[in-house]
T-cell receptor, first 111, second 113 residues
């Protein structure tokens, strides 16, 4: 049972434009959400996170939005750069410190 | 400060065999988690170890077992390998009170024939 879902397997965006990656979850007990970025042959690296008590967290070009009522979060990257091309995973953390990952979205930023 | 390392990088086994994968945690980290990432899927939580004890387990059968050593390095053992065990196995280290910040290794690619 996939508790965290990323319904877009891939996304292509022009350099300089905004990239929006979406993630939905089913378990209302999740209280912390994270985005990871993964390059080929490397493990995922932490990008940005948000607590369930917030609806927005910003870090430079990266902003994560959380809509608890819709059980939806999104990652905005603006402006997008070619180096942002990677697979992005969203993850949710429950109170037992167990992570649940989505299936990933492959982002390609076109120069 | 060294990062998380895993060995071997790639491994090929046959069905029914046993395999041991190894992970060295990032310096200072006392918690290690193991994940299985099948092709086209996100990482699935297998289990977590803290102070050499299992500290949480995902929906994996008992033939998946682990060890954590006093130096916080870790092993993942899988017995009676099945074809569906073919995947990338990732370990991640963290501090027990900061498990929201995990550092992943590059993974071990296991192929079961």
């Amino acid at each position: 049972d996939q508790q965290v879902k990323q319904n877009s397997p891939s996304l292509s965006v022009q350099e300089g434009r905004i990239s929006i990656l979406n993630c939905d979850y089913t378990n209302s007990m999740f209280d912390y959400f994270l985005w990871y970025k993964k390059y080929p042959a490397e493990g995922p690296t932490f990008l940005i996170s948000i607590s369930s008590i917030k609806d927005k967290n910003e870090d430079g070009r990266f902003t994560v939005f959380l809509n608890k009522s819709a059980k939806h979060l999104s990652l905005h990257i603006v402006p997008s750069q070619p180096g942002d091309s990677a697979v992005y995973f969203c993850a949710a953390l429950n109170t037992g410190n167990q992570f649940y990952f989505g299936t990933g979205t492959s982002l390609t930023v076109i120069p | 400060e060294t990062g998380v390392t895993q060995s071997p990088t790639h491994l090929i086994k046959t069905r029914g065999q046993q395999v041991t994968l190894r992970c060295s945690s990032q310096s200072g980290h006392n918690t290690v988690s193991w994940y299985q990432q099948a092709l086209g899927q996100g990482p699935q939580f297998i289990f977590q170890y803290y102070r050499e004890e299992e500290n949480g387990r995902g929906n994996f059968p008992p033939r998946f077992s682990g060890l954590q050593f006093p130096n916080y390095s870790s092993e993942l053992n899988v017995n009676a390998l099945e074809l569906d065990d073919s995947a990338l196995y990732l370990c991640a280290s963290s501090l027990v009170d900061s498990t929201d910040t995990q550092y992943f290794g590059p993974g071990t690619r296991l192929t079961v024939l």
